[in-house]
């Protein structure tokens, strides 16, 4: 499809109801009607989010001396989070836009490092659980590595003496996720740290999804297995701030327990009539609003509203739970962590996709899991308006596919 140019241009009015009337098939995130992509609590956050946003809306990350000011914000928030995830003075970190450059910075800075402290190293290799992001793949493809991935284990997690005999001479890297996002579950962070060490290669943990909820979560009283920089042998870190740290997208945070190993992870160029080109992430010109953003909501929560926002998903999430465990024929799966939840049709006249079908039908989005098929919840604070009304929906739609016999058909383009 080609479109051109307006010859004229529009109002600002005109515009925006236009750019307002293409939202109107989109799911209604503000009623949770989304269990993921869009992290939700009120719109006084909402406002926080993006005010601060709108603040530095023209500012270039890139610019380092000229705009002293993200760096500082930046700054700032690398080292709250450091000091969340209980990194010691040694520790340092970038700003990223999203998960996958976080991961793909670590990628690239394990690879370099690996080359630089094991000369004579093949072709790198990356060991993961087969529930590892896709981004591990995606890094790898882009920077000439092999990524072996390792069924899991009955309960979900990282198989740890599998993923240990598949190291090799070229491996430089094993992984491990806080939580994993198919299932998730936490994998043995502590097991696989030991394993790094005795190997002699990097840690990385993926707490793209968990870096900034497990952590309050833990210290309401749940038992939330060790993942972070207080475990010995844990090498970086990846963190997501436009998750559950509620800043707005294009916010996340590779972190390392040594801020000397940052210097793999620069890139510097010189031979052009500009003088020299550094970054230490993968983009030039950066956005410094979800900088501004992501330092406005921690400092305007604090500890106590990332405290209120954990204790709001994790008692909504054991509602659900319940709720579903008390539909005839379904079944929530176990293990699963934090603020996640699956479920599973165990009645052979329930097809479980043609649930899904009818649940979106209804008008909510559904996400699914297909080792094993399952439904997939990822739960935030919008979720605890609805949890009677989606409830009563799935019972419904439940008690309509045993009536119909009805054979749902997967849909693989949900992520």
Same mark, same amino acid.
């Given at each position: 499809?080609?479109?051109?140019?307006?010859?004229?241009?529009?109002?600002?009015?005109?515009?925006?109801?236009?750019?307002?009337?293409?939202?109107?098939?989109?799911?209604?995130?503000?009623?949770?009607?989304?269990?993921?992509?869009?992290?939700?609590?009120?719109?006084?956050?909402?406002?926080?989010?993006?005010?601060?946003?709108?603040?530095?809306?023209?500012?270039?990350?890139?610019?380092?001396?000229?705009?002293?000011?993200?760096?500082?914000?930046?700054?700032?928030?690398?080292?709250?989070?450091?000091?969340?995830?209980?990194?010691?003075?040694?520790?340092?970190?970038?700003?990223?836009?999203?998960?996958?450059?976080?991961?793909?910075?670590?990628?690239?800075?394990?690879?370099?490092?690996?080359?630089?402290?094991?000369?004579?190293?093949?072709?790198?290799?990356?060991?993961?659980?087969?529930?590892?992001?896709?981004?591990?793949?995606?890094?790898?493809?882009?920077?000439?590595?092999?990524?072996?991935?390792?069924?899991?284990?009955?309960?979900?997690?990282?198989?740890?003496?599998?993923?240990?005999?598949?190291?090799?001479?070229?491996?430089?890297?094993?992984?491990?996720?806080?939580?994993?996002?198919?299932?998730?579950?936490?994998?043995?962070?502590?097991?696989?740290?030991?394993?790094?060490?005795?190997?002699?290669?990097?840690?990385?943990?993926?707490?793209?999804?968990?870096?900034?909820?497990?952590?309050?979560?833990?210290?309401?009283?749940?038992?939330?297995?060790?993942?972070?920089?207080?475990?010995?042998?844990?090498?970086?870190?990846?963190?997501?701030?436009?998750?559950?740290?509620?800043?707005?997208?294009?916010?996340?945070?590779?972190?390392?327990?040594?801020?000397?190993?940052?210097?793999?992870?620069?890139?510097?160029?010189?031979?052009?009539?500009?003088?020299?080109?550094?970054?230490?992430? &993968? +983009?030039?010109? @950066?956005?410094?609003? *979800?900088?501004?953003?992501?330092? $406005?909501?921690?400092?305007?929560?604090? =500890?106590? !509203?990332?405290?209120?926002?954990?204790?709001?998903?994790?008692?909504?999430?054991?509602?659900?739970?319940?709720?579903?465990?008390?539909?005839?024929?379904?079944?929530?799966?176990?293990?699963?962590?934090?603020? &996640? +939840?699956?479920? @599973?049709?165990?009645? *052979?006249?329930?097809?479980?996709? $043609?649930?899904?079908?009818?649940?979106? =039908?209804? !008008?909510?989005?559904?996400?699914?899991?297909?080792?094993?098929?399952?439904?997939?919840?990822?739960?935030?604070?919008?979720?605890?308006?609805?949890?009677?009304?989606?409830?009563?929906?799935?019972?419904?739609?439940?008690?309509?596919? @045993?009536?119909?016999?009805?054979?749902?058909?997967?849909?693989?383009?949900?992520?």
């Amino acid at each position: 499809m080609t479109t051109h140019f307006p010859k004229n241009g529009s109002t600002w009015v005109d515009l925006k109801q236009q750019l307002e009337a293409t939202k109107a098939d989109d799911y209604a995130w503000k009623r949770g009607r989304l269990p993921l992509y869009v992290y939700w609590r009120d719109e006084e956050l909402y406002q926080v989010a993006r005010d601060a946003y709108s603040l530095f809306f023209i500012e270039n990350g890139l610019g380092k001396l000229a705009f002293p000011s993200v760096q500082k914000l930046e700054r700032e928030v690398i080292g709250m989070v450091l000091h969340l995830l209980q990194a010691d003075e040694a520790a340092g970190g970038s700003f990223t836009a999203g998960g996958t450059e976080s991961i793909f910075q670590a990628v690239k800075t394990a690879r370099d490092h690996a080359r630089a402290e094991r000369p004579g190293i093949g072709r790198p290799r990356i060991v993961v659980p087969q529930s590892a992001h896709p981004a591990f793949n995606k890094a790898s493809h882009y920077l000439n590595m092999d990524v072996v991935r390792i069924p899991l284990g009955a309960d979900f997690r990282a198989d740890v003496a599998a993923m240990e005999r598949a190291v090799d001479d070229d491996t430089i890297m094993i992984v491990g996720s806080a939580p994993a996002y198919p299932h998730g579950v936490f994998d043995p962070i502590e097991d696989l740290a030991r394993l790094a060490m005795a190997k002699g290669v990097w840690l990385h943990v993926d707490a793209c999804v968990g870096g900034l909820l497990a952590p309050f979560v833990r210290r309401l009283g749940y038992d939330i297995p060790p993942f972070d920089f207080a475990v010995n042998g844990v090498t970086s870190i990846s963190a997501d701030l436009h998750k559950y740290g509620f800043a707005a997208k294009g916010a996340s945070l590779i972190l390392f327990h040594d801020a000397g190993l940052q210097k793999y992870q620069r890139f510097k160029f010189s031979d052009w009539p500009r003088g020299t080109y550094a970054t230490d992430t &993968f +983009l030039g010109t @950066r956005p410094a609003g *979800p900088v501004a953003s992501a330092w $406005a909501v921690i400092n305007y929560l604090g =500890e106590e !509203g990332y405290l209120n926002i954990a204790r709001t998903i994790m008692a909504t999430r054991a509602k659900f739970a319940e709720g579903i465990a008390a539909i005839l024929g379904l079944e929530v799966i176990e293990p699963s962590d934090l603020s &996640f +939840l699956l479920y @599973r049709s165990v009645d *052979p006249e329930l097809d479980i996709n $043609a649930i899904a079908e009818k649940m979106a =039908e209804r !008008g909510w989005f559904v996400g699914r899991c297909t080792e094993p098929s399952a439904i997939h919840l990822m739960f935030n604070p919008v979720h605890a308006t609805i949890v009677d009304e989606y409830l009563e929906d799935l019972a419904s739609v439940v008690s309509h596919v @045993r009536r119909s016999g009805r054979v749902g058909v997967l849909d693989e383009n949900t992520y």
